[in-house]
């Protein structure tokens, strides 16, 4: 795997601007070329003087008197000019110094910046992968911290009913006798504990046959049936604000919570079964709720009837069943209206 290679240096654009102002060319007249002017003129002015007054003499200059005279005119003036062109180097030398220093400077400063959201960028993906770990943790701490029922006393959640146990015949009695209006629901083989769950997440999508198996299998029990048709009320009302059960991610609680919850008790420490955080579908929700009276009645209904089933399922279930069944949609949809209209309080 081929690593990532590191984001060029980008400088702030002041300092960019800064550097670039020092770098530009300076006028071609300075403040010493001004005065290398001045100088020559005044010497010209003091040489022209200087030849203008002085006595004529008796044959004329010679070649080198002429020479030597021309060159002490010229020579200070020479030297003058060399003075500016010497003293303007300096200052463009300092001025490209300081701009290489600025530039230095703003290179460094973009660096650090660079570092400082690389390693927070780092620091946000290990936040995110404790988080991860911690979830998990909790999972497995939900799944054995609690009372759980011995394997080789309690029967599979295919098999064991999910609501109601089976009813025991009388001492003596081969098989229990039937009135003769025994509805036909109760000739039914109860619904399977595997399979109210699986009914209580509904299918995942037109492929899922055990989802849509247990779908109707849970249907035929009059308890459950109440139940899902609420919660698919429910779901297709929270769905037209775009609120969908697969995109929350509530905190989970104990099964004891729950057990405790299931046998009427309330309070503070019941606030933790509110695991659903997220903010815009609560707020959301709320809203639905103070200005939609169909939802509110279908929410009311479906608090209602969850309270109920669940007083029955708890029973008869373990704490790994109770924490699977905290993880189906219907559940998080109980968890979600629960925390607006303050049931867990």
Known sequence: MSEAKPDPIQPDDAALSGVRSRLQPEAR????????????????????????????????????????SLVA???????????????????????????????????????????HARSGQIVEKKLDEIAAAARQTETAIVTFTSRRDSLSTQPSADRKAALSAPRQAAPGEDQPALALGTPAEALAEPVSVA???????????????????????????????KLIRAAQDV???????????????PDRARPELWRRFARGERGR??????????????????????NDTIFRDAAHHFLRQFDRTLT???????????????????ARAFMLLGRVTGTFD
């Open 195 to 225: 399979d109210f769950i699986r009914a209580l997440n509904f299918p995942d999508n037109a492929e899922d046959r055990e989802g849509f198996r247990a779908l109707r299998r849970a249907l035929e029990d009059r308890t459950m049936a």
């Open 29 to 68: 007249f300075g403040r010493s070329e001004v005065v290398a002017i001045v100088l020559s003129l005044l010497w010209l002015a003091l040489v022209g003087g200087f030849w203008a007054l002085m006595p004529a003499t008796e044959g004329g200059m010679t070649a080198l008197s002429a020479t030597m």
């Open 269 to 290: 420490e019941m606030a933790a079964l509110a695991g659903v955080r997220d903010r815009s579908s609560l707020a959301l929700t709320a809203g639905r709720m103070r």
């Open 312 to 330: 029955e399922f708890e029973k008869n279930a373990s704490d790994q069943e109770v924490a699977e069944m905290a993880e189906t949609r219907t």
């Open 73 to 115: 005119a010229v020579l200070p003036i020479v030297m003058i000019w060399v003075a500016a062109v010497t003293a303007r180097t300096a200052r463009e030398m300092r001025a490209e110094a300081q701009a290489l220093k600025s530039s230095v400077e703003a290179m460094r400063s973009a660096w650090i910046n660079q570092s």
């Open 235 to 249: 779901l297709n009302l929270l769905a037209q604000d775009g609120i969908y059960m697969d995109d929350l991610r």
